[in-house]
Nanobody, 116 residues
Framework: QVQLVESGGGLVQPGGSLRLSCAASGSIFSFSTMGWYRQAPGKERELVATITVGGSTNYLDSVKGRFTISRDNAENTVNLQMSSLKPDDTAVYYC??????????WGQGTQVTVSS
């Protein structure tokens, strides 16, 4: 079974940038849609951004214009470029892949902390 492994999280000051990467152990073409979700302490997990196999994207309203999701088919990675980060962006970020069968696979998560 394909596994997803996130990297790139860390501590950044408000206004800074981070790039998250999600590496799949197999081909990302096996997923109809891939995305990034986040979960802050005491809050429910929420969708941040998704990208389809055809390249269509969707974003949470609060990150539009600041975050960009992309996929590298050759490297089997899905990336999330985050800029103009705010303390409210602090959360554990999870990579997600939805198979054509409907099965959903999650990564283990990576912590993003935005603080001065």
């Amino acid at each position: 079974q394909v596994q997803l492994v996130e990297s790139g999280g860390g501590l950044v000051q408000p206004g800074g940038s981070l790039r998250l990467s999600c590496a799949a152990s197999g081909s990302i073409f096996s997923f109809s849609t891939m995305g990034w979700y986040r979960q802050a302490p005491g809050k429910e997990r929420e969708l941040v951004a998704t990208i389809t196999v055809g390249g269509s994207t969707n974003y949470l309203d609060s990150v539009k214009g600041r975050f960009t999701i992309s996929r590298d088919n050759a490297e089997n990675t899905v990336n999330l470029q985050m800029s103009s980060l705010k303390p409210d962006d602090t959360a554990v970020y999870y990579c997600n892949g939805r198979r054509y069968s409907g099965i959903v696979i999650w990564g283990q998560g990576t912590q993003v902390t935005v603080s001065s």
